[in-house]
Structures are given as C-alpha cells and as structure tokens.
C-alpha cells in the first residue's frame, strides 16, 4: 500500500523567510537611527537609543551593521536614497526657459523646506570632515544630476542664449543651494532677509541676460 503524502501544514512551508525578515528589520533599525541622527547629531547618538527608538536590542542593530559608522554611513545612503530619486524627471522641462527656470527654483525651494532635507544637510555639513564620503554622496545624488539636466535643457533650448551650458547650469544650481544656505540653514533670513520671489526672479534674469548680452 502506497503511503499517503502528508499535507503540508498551513504557514509551515520550505520558503526560508530570513532574507525578507533580515530587510525588514534592517528598515525598521534604520527608521529608528534616522529619527536619533537627524536629531542628535553623530556625536550624541548612541547605541542604545537607537535601538529603543527602533524596537530592537542593542545586540541586533551590531548584528546587521556592526558599528555605529557603519549605521550611520548606510543611513545617509538610505536618506538619499528618499530625498533624491534617481529617476526624478525636471518640472516642465517643454516650458520655455523663463517659465521652466522659474519652476526649477521654487521645486528646489519645495524640497528645501522639507526637515528632512535640511536636517540631512546639516547632519552632512557637520560631518564632513570625519565622513568626507557623505558630501560625495551628497553631490552625487543631490547635485549632479540635477545639473546635468539642466545643462541638457540648456543645449536643447537655443532660444535661452545660452553660450556655455555646463557652467550656466552650475552658476543656476550653486546660487539656489548658496542662497537657501544662507537664508535657511545659517537662519540669514533673520539679519539679511531677501524675498524668495526677487532671488529667483534676479537670477533668471542674469542666467538669461548675460546670453542676450554677449549675442
């Protein structure tokens, strides 16, 4: 007589959950060190407040990153990973280049608001020299692309007269970073307040008048 073959029991399969539980918990450490580092800063966060912030033992957060540069290192990936998408298209790029580089500055102006952003910047800014890394993923991520973008819209957009695209581009992209810097992060609104309005407006006007100039 043939031996029946026993069913298997509900939820006890051969599927090996681990790499789904090993992500799962990975995100659920680094939730928890987000909420610490973007508050605390590197120096003043521990160990141990990351893991009861986290839900997890102490013991846990070393078992999946080993150290608390590692933690927080795999955290700014993370972050950047969140503020800046990899496929992020540029708002109204079939505008016409007054309209399209009004639009860019108040999307950046947008994401600069978010406490996320800043508090990813400054954490980036005040480790920098320890984690010079972190300001290469930075501009990798933030900065670069972009940039390189807005060069494109340059070269495909003659009718804004342009004559160099690359650094018209970083000229347009380094004075908003510089700008909401000074105003936002150094609180320069506070002793030399500029109305966001007049910057972009200026800064369009000299992006796109000094190629009308030199024509």
Same mark, same amino acid.
């Given at each position: 007589?043939?031996?029946?073959?026993?069913?298997?029991? @509900?939820?006890?399969?051969?599927?090996q959950?681990?790499?789904?539980l090993a992500? #799962?918990k990975?995100a659920?450490?680094?939730e928890g060190?987000?909420?610490v580092?973007?508050? *605390?800063g590197f120096?003043d966060?521990?160990?141990d407040?990351?893991a009861?912030?986290a839900?997890?033992s102490?013991?846990?957060?070393?078992?999946?990153? +080993?150290?608390?540069e590692?933690l927080?290192?795999?955290?700014v990936? +993370?972050?950047a990973?969140?503020?800046?998408? *990899? #496929?992020?298209?540029?708002p109204?790029? #079939?505008?016409e280049?007054p309209?399209?580089l009004?639009?860019l500055?108040w999307a950046?102006?947008e994401?600069?608001?978010?406490w996320q952003? @800043?508090?990813?910047?400054?954490l980036?800014?005040a480790?920098?020299a320890?984690?010079?890394?972190?300001?290469?993923i930075?501009?990798?991520?933030?900065?670069?692309?972009g940039?390189r973008?807005?060069?494109a819209?340059?070269? *495909?957009?003659p009718s804004? $007269?342009v004559?160099?695209?690359q650094a018209? *581009?970083?000229i347009?992209?380094?004075?908003l970073?510089?700008f909401?810097l $000074? @105003?936002?992060?150094? +609180?320069?609104? +506070?002793v030399?307040?500029l109305?966001?309005e007049?910057?972009?407006?200026?800064?369009?006007d000299?992006v796109? $008048?000094?190629?009308? @100039?030199g024509?």
């Amino acid at each position: 007589m043939t031996a029946r073959r026993a069913k298997p029991v @509900q939820g006890s399969t051969n599927q090996q959950p681990a790499p789904r539980l090993a992500m #799962d918990k990975r995100a659920q450490i680094l939730e928890g060190a987000l909420r610490v580092f973007l508050t *605390a800063g590197f120096n003043d966060t521990t160990m141990d407040r990351v893991a009861e912030e986290a839900g997890v033992s102490k013991q846990t957060i070393y078992t999946y990153f +080993h150290s608390k540069e590692r933690l927080f290192k795999e955290l700014v990936e +993370h972050l950047a990973d969140r503020l800046f998408p *990899a #496929d992020l298209p540029l708002p109204g790029s #079939d505008l016409e280049p007054p309209a399209f580089l009004n639009k860019l500055a108040w999307a950046f102006f947008e994401r600069m608001d978010r406490w996320q952003y @800043q508090s990813f910047f400054r954490l980036v800014m005040a480790e920098s020299a320890r984690f010079p890394e972190l300001v290469q993923i930075y501009v990798r991520r933030a900065v670069e692309p972009g940039t390189r973008l807005l060069e494109a819209y340059f070269v *495909a957009h003659p009718s804004a $007269g342009v004559s160099d695209p690359q650094a018209a *581009a970083r000229i347009f992209r380094s004075a908003l970073a510089s700008f909401a810097l $000074g @105003q936002e992060i150094l +609180h320069g609104k +506070h002793v030399l307040p500029l109305a966001r309005e007049r910057f972009v407006r200026a800064l369009v006007d000299m992006v796109l $008048g000094s190629g009308r @100039q030199g024509a």
